[in-house]
């Protein structure tokens, strides 16, 4: 048994994704969140300056004595997730990206259509990561991608109720073209498109319904137990786990946003951070 904290990071609100699913699947385990709410989006950034980035959030995290660190940023575990495990050898790290490839691949044989689409910011599409995984796990899949930047400020400006106009407009506008391409299932692959899970399946499946969504924070939570479990690092005490949040910037919605996502109030324990000092 191991009792210390699990490590989530992300961009911004994101990440909550996987933490409330993390909260579900490891109720007795701690879990330590930080969102750099400060520098969201990172999307848009150079791959150096990712890095940059991602370097300081796992040094914050590491500092809270936490024994394992989940990527939930589709943008960093796209860029950085291998100079990351190569600069923290001692730490084990799980990024959101192929858990979420084995997912749709998964979906692909299933239904034997093996058109898997893929939306993410501009540098996760750029990389092209989640495309090189589909293409390891099976040849035959054909994958359609799209950046979509306007949902990550969108969503951290808490533009996500399923009947907000500009998100629904900003939807139409990136996912029109993959209505007719028959998809199996389309990878959110950032971990904040979740929170418009609703309006996305609107444009994409219309009123067919044949598209299933991959939330990768979900499929990164499993893979985080499943982890756990390998290294023999599970708290197992029958203690219900707390939940410690860390920001950079204190937004004016983060707190509500949160709170209402997590589905429990967090305006008394979020602390601000400099992460500049990491």
């Known amino acids: ?57 796992m040094n914050f995290l590491i500092s809270k004595n936490i024994k394992i660190i989940l990527i939930a940023c589709g943008t960093v575990a796209s860029v950085a997730i291998d100079y990351l495990k190569e600069i923290f050898p001692g730490m084990p790290i799980i990024g959101v990206v192929e858990t979420a490839c084995e997912k749709a691949v998964g979906i692909a044989k299933e ?19 989640y495309k090189k995984y589909i293409s390891e796990l099976d040849l035959n899949c054909e994958v359609y991608s799209k950046a979509c930047p306007l949902f990550v400020p969108l969503v951290e ?39 418009i899970k609703n309006i996305i399946d609107k444009v994409i499946n219309d009123k067919n319904g044949k598209t299933e969504l991959i939330d990768v924070g979900l499929e990164a939570a499993y893979k985080l137990k499943q982890e756990l479990t390998k290294k023999n690092l599970l708290n197992n005490s029958g203690e219900k786990g707390g939940l410690d949040i860390y920001i950079s910037d204190e937004g004016l919605n983060f707190k509500n946003i949160a709170s209402g996502f997590l589905g429990f109030d967090i305006n008394s324990g979020v602390n601000k951070i400099d992460i500049e000092n990491y």
Do not use: W
């Open 111 to 129: 239904t034997q259509n093996k058109n898997i689409g893929v939306i993410g910011t501009d540098a996760t599409i750029s990389k092209g990561m």
């Open 1 to 57: 048994m191991n009792k210390k904290a699990i490590g989530i990071f992300d961009s911004g609100l994101g990440g909550l994704c996987a933490v409330r699913e993390a909260l579900k699947i490891l109720p007795d385990e701690d879990i330590v969140y930080f969102g750099d709410t400060g520098r969201v989006p990172y999307g848009g950034r150079s791959y150096e300056t990712i890095k940059k980035y991602a370097r300081q959030d």
């Open 157 to 195: 400006n808490g533009h996500i109720n399923k009947d907000d106009i500009i998100t629904k407009s900003a939807a139409e506008l990136y996912l029109s073209e993959f209505k007719n391409l028959n998809l199996s299932s389309l990878i959110l692959g950032c971990t904040h498109y979740p929170m």
